[in-house]
């Protein structure tokens, strides 16, 4: 398990991380997510600095990006990523709240590899999730029960 | 009459145009003139029959050597205190054995002209002589009012002073023909009051000498020149007071049977009003103070007229801003201005003092009062916008500015317009009627001179007969002021049309402001509103999930609500998203194969809904020229309503088809499912508008609006028919590709 790369969640909203994570619990995925609250703490992880200066766990498989988040914004976070050379091969999946945002990711183009619009129905988001999880994360693992939101 | 070949008249014109009369190389006898340099040394003479003996052989030898006592002295003492461009100055009375002179002086370049003019008597005749005769004129100007009484009194005072035949006052019009407009005669000449003479009769060359010198006399119309030697020609004698005139007017002054002429000029300002012309029927020489007399007569009598003309032109000045002064409120009163001057015809005429007016703005014709019907107006307008214009076009004939201007004459022959937008080609035109008057001339004016038995030099007319023209296609000129006041008034409309310009502006940026803060509105919404009803929707489906075992069937019953009520508060929010959105994003209109686009609606939707038979039947299918994202919302949603509301019949039967037409192509989608009342057919496209009750078909009452405001937005229509159970057919219409 310490072998397989975590996923990486950058969600401000609680109710929104509780979700995802019921979702990806459903996916049955090996990964251990990595959960943080705004644009700031997700480079301080990709960058291991800040309180991850000392991260243990490995690079992230995939990141899973929330477009509008407090201190820096998703748009912002993503550009980083992209510009650098030793994490721009991470995949990097941008989570949007409407279809106007989609279209803000879209005329943006800077690299993204997948967008989701946030769906009103659970089990359809549930749906892009699991799909993008297959893709891009890993593995179907036996059930690594409860991977935890950390820190 | 017999017609004059326009040959001559153009022969008579040009040659008079041409003759040298400022320099005419001799003098009148009744004097000697001298033409001194630098030094006083005469380099040039002439020596009239009346001069002979005074001196000899002048040329070459200084002239204040030449002259005694006085005459020498006052020629030493010139020096150069004469400034060039002014008429003579008086140095002294010379008595020789010879006779009496006046000697007289002027600058001319770098020489000096000296004059001897051959007094009328041995006495050199004083002011003091003619002072109580100016001074009684003096008193008569305070005393008259207007520029008639004015000429009476000048022509009066002027014979009396001069004991002249005849004295005209001649008063010169816009394309200078004269008019006689005040006499005083003695009986012995024939009566010219009221008679006009052609512009070529007194050639602009004369015009402009009489400009510069303001007294000429012809002593005798069968004098015998002096010629100036040597090189005569090339003296300029415009300021002398012995020039030689030329001999065609030596002739026409025989024709008219006047051996003597004097003319004062008038002006009003710089400009040549008119002449105070006399004649004499026998020769006659005018002594020097009694010409310097006339001279202050004309003096006075110009600034008389400068005066009436400037405070009769500010007077109606006054009136006229009067009236645009109303006419300014009267369209600062209106939306649109063009709406405040059509208001009030009244004004807008009495702004020019014309009979009519028209306001020709966007194609559009709007006559007041007296004017040319429409087509005649607008071929005038067409007329104009062709034309290199200045602002304001001003005719007194406009057939003679433009020859199919004839066709307007009895309601327009004086036109003024103003243009009011060079981009749309908006006049606003007044007009005057045609005013046929009879005029008399002093002589046919086309009979200006006939070729002499030689055949070859002309000469001037020898009948001065009143000639009868009667003068049509002319309205009453316009005025100055009225000119003026057209004129202002265009450039108060010019400020009203930008400063509306402005307002536009002011308020598309202001739109803009506002649809920003509604784009920045709509994006909050999208993204706050939308989180709560995901969260809803998330949170039940868990609880369904994990604790749904533990639940009642009513319990389950009551989760499924709370699911399905979020899920279509979401689609709403979604939807009044998309709607905002079609208001707002723009449109960029390509051919669209709305049959390739009507398939692949078609195979969206059938993965979707594969729950019944459908009978589709498409027909050809014209395309449309339209933004493609917005016709295809379009397309899917009529589609998903046919087959929504036709899904209990077995089969549903949906039939696609369109009609091209003038430009447009029209598209239906027509279905055999439950229809509407047309009772309720202008509720049909509006926003949150159903029909239906909601148990029976689900959604959120949004989309027809949608596709009304889409298809509107590209200048379109939509409608529909229906009846309940029976159907409903959707029409869109939109530019042809």
């Known amino acids: 398990m310490a072998d397989l790369k975590p996923i990486l969640l950058v969600e401000d909203s609680p109710k929104d991380v509780e979700l995802t994570l019921a979702a990806l619990e459903q996916c049955q995925l090996a990964n251990a997510v990595i959960v943080v609250r705004d644009g700031a703490e997700a480079l301080d992880y990709l960058f291991s600095r800040g309180s991850f200066a000392n991260r243990e766990t490995a690079d992230p498989a995939v990141v899973l990006l929330d477009l509008k988040l407090p201190k820096v914004d998703g748009l912002e976070v993503l550009e980083q990523i992209k510009k650098d050379a030793h994490l721009k091969g991470t995949p990097v999946v941008m989570l949007t709240s409407s279809r106007e945002e989609r279209d803000l990711v879209r005329s943006y183009s800077l690299g993204v590899n997948a967008f989701v619009v946030k769906p009103v129905a659970f089990d359809q988001f549930f749906e892009a999730i699991r799909d993008l999880g297959m893709f891009w994360a890993v593995l179907n693992e036996p059930p690594p029960r409860g991977s935890a939101p950390s820190p | ?737």
């Not at chain 2, 630098?38 to 002259?67: E, H, N, T, Y």
């Not at chain 2, 506002?514 to 993204?527: G, P, Q, R």
């Open chain 2, 1 to 737: 009459m017999t017609e004059t070949p326009a040959i001559i008249a153009d022969l008579d014109l040009a040659a008079c145009e041409r003759e040298p009369i400022r320099v005419p190389g001799s003098i009148q006898p009744h004097g000697a003139l001298f033409v001194l340099d630098a030094d006083g040394v005469v380099s040039k003479a002439a020596i009239g029959a009346l001069a002979v003996g005074v001196v000899d052989d002048p040329v070459g030898r200084k002239l204040a050597d030449l002259l005694p006592g006085d005459a020498r002295r006052a020629i030493e003492s010139l020096g150069t205190g004469l400034v060039a461009g002014r008429g003579p100055e008086h140095l002294c009375f010379l008595r020789t054995e010879a006779g009496a002179f006046h000697l007289v002086a002027h600058r001319s370049g770098e020489d000096v002209i000296v004059e001897l003019e051959r007094a009328t008597g041995d006495e050199p005749g004083s002011f003091d002589a003619v002072y109580p005769d100016v001074r009684a004129f003096l008193d008569a100007v305070q005393r008259t009012s207007g520029i008639q009484a004015l000429a009476d009194l000048a022509a009066r005072e002027v014979r009396r002073i001069t004991g002249l035949d005849r004295a005209l006052i001649y008063r010169f019009d816009e394309e200078w023909n004269g008019e006689v407009i005040a006499e005083d005669n003695g009986g012995r000449l024939p009566v010219y009051l009221d008679l006009r003479w052609p512009a070529s009769d007194i050639p602009a060359q004369a015009r402009e000498l009489y400009r510069l010198n303001r007294l000429r006399l012809i002593a005798d119309a069968n004098y015998e020149p002096a010629p100036i030697t040597p090189d005569g020609a090339a003296v300029d004698l415009t300021y002398s007071v012995l020039r030689s005139v030329s001999p065609v007017h030596l002739e026409y002054m025989r024709n008219m049977e006047t051996m003597a002429s004097m003319s004062i000029s008038l002006l009003s300002g710089e400009r040549l009003w008119g002449l105070i012309s006399c004649h004499h029927q026998d020769p006659i020489r005018v002594p020097y103070h009694v010409r310097a007399a006339c001279e202050f007569i004309g003096q006075v009598v110009s600034m008389q007229i400068a005066a009436h003309e400037a405070s009769a032109l500010a007077l109606r000045r006054d009136a006229l801003r009067t009236v645009q002064g109303k006419l300014l409120a009267h369209m600062a009163a209106e939306d649109h201005f063009i709406d405040g001057l059509l208001a009030h015809p009244r004004d807008l005429m009495a702004l020019t003092g014309a009979d009519g007016a028209a306001v020709v703005a966007g194609g559009r014709c709007t006559r007041l009062g007296e004017t040319p019907d429409e087509p005649a107006i607008l071929s005038l307008v067409e007329w104009l916008s062709q034309q290199d214009r200045e602002d304001v076009f001003v005719a007194d004939s406009l057939a003679a500015e433009w020859p199919e201007g004839e066709a307007l004459k009895d309601l327009g022959s004086g036109v003024v317009a103003i243009s009011i937008s060079q981009i749309h080609d908006s006049y606003l035109i007044w007009f005057r009627p045609e005013l046929v008057r009879t005029v008399s001339w002093g002589g046919d004016p086309a009979k200006r001179a006939e070729l002499g038995p030689d055949g070859l030099r002309l000469h001037p007319r020898k009948s001065f007969d009143i000639w009868k023209e009667t003068v049509r296609l002319r309205a009453r000129p316009w005025h100055e002021a009225e000119i003026d006041a057209a004129r202002e008034l265009r450039v108060a409309i010019v400020d009203i049309v930008l400063r509306r310009a402005e307002e536009m502006a002011a308020l598309s940026e202001r739109l803009a402001a506002i649809n920003k803060e509604l784009e920045a509105f709509s994006y909050s919404v999208s993204h706050d509103l939308r989180a709560p009803f995901r969260h809803i929707v998330g949170y039940a489906q868990l609880l369904k999930k994990f604790e749904g075992e533990r639940l009642s069937e009513r319990g389950d019953r009551y989760i499924e609500t709370i699911i399905e009520s979020a899920i279509s508060a979401g689609q709403l929010v979604d939807d009044l998203l998309s709607y905002s959105q079609m208001g707002r994003s723009t449109i960029t209109p390509v051919s669209i194969d709305v049959a390739a686009m009507v398939d692949e609606a078609r195979a969206n939707l059938t993965v979707e809904g594969d729950r019944h038979r459908v009978d589709w039947r498409i027909g050809d299918l014209a395309p449309v020229r339209a933004d493609p994202v917005m016709v295809r919302l379009v397309v899917q949603n009529l589609l998903e309503n046919a087959l929504k509301f036709s899904r209990d019949r077995e089969p549903a039967v949906i039939e696609i088809g369109s009609e091209a037409k003038e430009g447009d192509v029209t598209t239906w989608v027509r279905d055999n499912g439950a229809g509407f009342d047309m009772a309720y057919v202008d509720k049909l496209f509006g926003v949150f508008q159903r029909l239906h009750r909601e148990e029976e078909f689900e959604g959120t009452g949004i989309g027809l609006a949608n596709v009304k405001r889409i298809v509107e937005r590209h200048g379109g229509r939509v409608w529909a028919q229906g009846e309940p159970d029976r159907g409903a057919t959707f029409f869109f219409a939109l530019p042809a590709a």
